[in-house]
């Protein structure tokens, strides 16, 4: 009986409640878009990172090769033409490892 006719009972008060609940909802949708904001970057960042180890093993296995082609090639074993390929994927790949640590650093500064 005492709420009904209390401030929060008259229009002005249940007006002011509504608000209340509506800016409560409004809080919550904002921390749950940091939340996901923040789990978005995090991902980027693992993901960067992933990619950034994988494509120094690349470029390592790559040179390594290309050093026993280098090899077999004095030996007179192979011809230029697989020299030059391993050379032309070893070059791409240097350029894929470029490519992956300037995007790392990027969501590494973002993360930070």
């Not at 909802?25 to 950034?52: H, P």
């Not at 280098?70 to 007179?76: N, R, T, V």
């Amino acid at each position: 009986m005492i709420s009904k006719y209390s401030v929060l009972s008259t229009d002005p008060g249940k007006i002011a409640r509504n608000n209340l609940e509506k800016a409560s909802i409004e809080l919550e949708k904002m921390n749950r878009a940091n939340v996901y904001a923040l789990y978005s970057i995090y991902q980027s960042y693992e993901d960067g990172y992933k990619l950034l180890q994988t494509s120094k093993r690349a470029l390592k296995l790559a040179s390594e090769n290309y050093t026993r082609m280098i090899i077999q090639f004095k030996q007179g074993l192979l011809g230029t033409a697989e020299v030059l390929q391993a050379e032309q994927d070893l070059a791409h790949l240097e350029n894929q490892y470029v490519e992956a640590e300037h995007s790392f650093n990027q969501v590494k500064l973002n993360f930070q």
